[in-house]
């Protein structure tokens, strides 16, 4: 079924701004090996450092979730890429590492509105949200791919302080383009007897209503996808620096040598586009694999993609094997997310879905970033096999929690807390 005009115009708009939200995200990590070199500090303390940008990141989602039902979608969301792109703008000027910081905190700020605005304005205007949805997470890992990509070809001719600048032009595009678009941000409820512009709910409300989303079977899901975060930040941003100094990658190195970037970055990109067939798969799963089982068996694979690491790191192997286990880690890392997603949506009650998606990137983002802290100091003060024993005990522990998510179902679904989700999806 074709999409009508109103559902187009929010794609587009959405698309664009989810992709955007990633492209400045996952570029961070390819601006870090070259941070590590131009500041000459550690990785312990820049872990810190960046592990402050992304913090906000997730902590900022259920604030922004608020403020979009008081003041509107499309504001919100024009405020996020203005905000990031301004973030990148005082990268771009940086010449200590505490700029650094202030422009990494701003990124985070600014990135942390985009997923509940953006997903409440698709669940309020588009009348084929699973259609809208499906494109809107293949946007946004293209701009997974896009970002480290983009910027790991321009650092090899240019200095990295412009390499900053440039990918800021593409969120002040979009700025304009979300400016000048036409669509309807309530359509898909104009019919609903309680349509109309959203309350903000009362610091007491909140408190009532968080109470509540715990005390059902949210509070297994908002763990694990805390397990799932710690996994996903933690791997994401180091792997790169990682790749870079295994001997079958240092053997191919280019030739020009400029800002430190080698093959290694390529193959993490190469891992992100197979995310996007992962990210798509698992999308197409969750209409036949229930999400606890799909959630439990994603995580039984990330803990052994963790631990292949560690061979495959210590050892002198051979450059197809550390591309292979790349492409199944970007498949698997993935493909798990609309499983978790559509987790929060059968196991939440219509009522609470925009504080309970709130609460899931508050998780997945804030409480992830841990990782990044503790795997900068794991990596400095350790071993990188110890770093990987610590990211397999993220996933051991995200699967614990769907473990208990599926043995729990049935008194779980017939609780107060299921949703009519289930037959949408």
């Known amino acids: 079924m074709a999409l009508n005009a109103n559902d187009r115009a929010i ?22 090996v070259v941070w590590l070199t131009e500041f000459d500090v550690g990785v312990t303390l820049f872990g810190i450092v960046v592990a402050l940008g992304y913090a906000p990141f997730g902590l900022g989602a259920l604030p922004g979730g608020i403020l979009a039902d008081r003041y509107g979608t499309r504001p919100l969301i024009l405020a996020c890429l203005g905000g990031m792109s301004l973030a990148f703008l005082v990268l771009a000027v940086a010449n200590s590492i505490v ?9 985070g700020v ?3 509105i985009y997923h509940p605005a953006g997903l409440s304005l698709i669940s309020t205007g588009v009348e084929d949200r699973g259609t809208v949805f499906a494109w809107h997470g293949i946007a946004g890992n293209a701009g997974i791919a896009l970002g480290p990509f983009v910027a790991a070809s321009l650092l ?23 400016l000048r678009a036409e669509f309807d941000p309530t359509a898909a409820v104009a019919d609903d007897s309680d349509a109309g512009p959203a309350e903000a709910l009362s610091p007491a409300e909140l408190v009532e209503n968080t109470r509540t989303l715990f005390a059902s079977a949210f509070a297994v899901v908002f763990v694990l996808v805390a397990f799932e975060g710690l996994y996903y930040r933690g791997t994401l941003t180091y792997l790169p620096q990682i790749l870079r100094d295994l001997p079958a990658i240092e053997s191919l190195a280019l030739p020009t040598g400029l800002e430190g970037i080698q093959p ?10 197979v995310g996007m067939a992962g990210q798509y798969t698992g999308g197409k799963l969750t209409n ?29 192997v051979g450059l197809g094997a550390i591309i292979a286990l790349c492409g199944a880690l970007g498949f698997f890392l993935f493909a798990i997310q609309p499983f978790y997603q559509n987790a929060v949506a059968i196991y939440t009650p219509p009522d609470a879905r925009g504080l309970s998606y709130g609460y899931t990137y508050l998780a997945e983002f804030g409480l992830g970033s841990v990782s990044i802290a503790l795997g900068g100091f794991v990596l400095g003060a350790l071993s990188r096999t110890a770093f990987f024993l ?15 998510l599926l043995v729990g179902r049935g008194r779980f679904l017939n609780g107060s807390g299921r949703s009519e989700a289930k037959a949408d999806d």
């Open 11 to 32: 794609a587009g708009f959405t698309m664009a701004c989810h992709s955007l939200v990633h492209w400045f995200e996952t570029s961070i990590p390819i601006f870090l």
């Open 99 to 107: 700029v650094i910081a202030a422009g990494l905190i701003l990124w």
């Open 110 to 112: 600014a990135a942390s």
């Open 156 to 178: 090899i001719f240019l200095e990295w302080s412009v390499v900053a600048a440039l990918l800021a032009i593409p969120g002040v595009i979009a700025v304009l383009y979300g």
């Open 264 to 273: 290694g970055d390529y193959i993490y990109v190469g891992l992100l586009v």
């Open 288 to 316: 036949r694999v229930d999400p606890d089982r799909g959630l439990a068996a994603i995580f039984v694979v990330l803990v052994a993609l963790a631990l292949a690491f560690i061979p495959i790191t210590a050892a002198g």
């Open 390 to 404: 610590l990211i397999g005990g993220f996933a051991i522990g995200g699967g614990v929690f769907a473990g208990a």
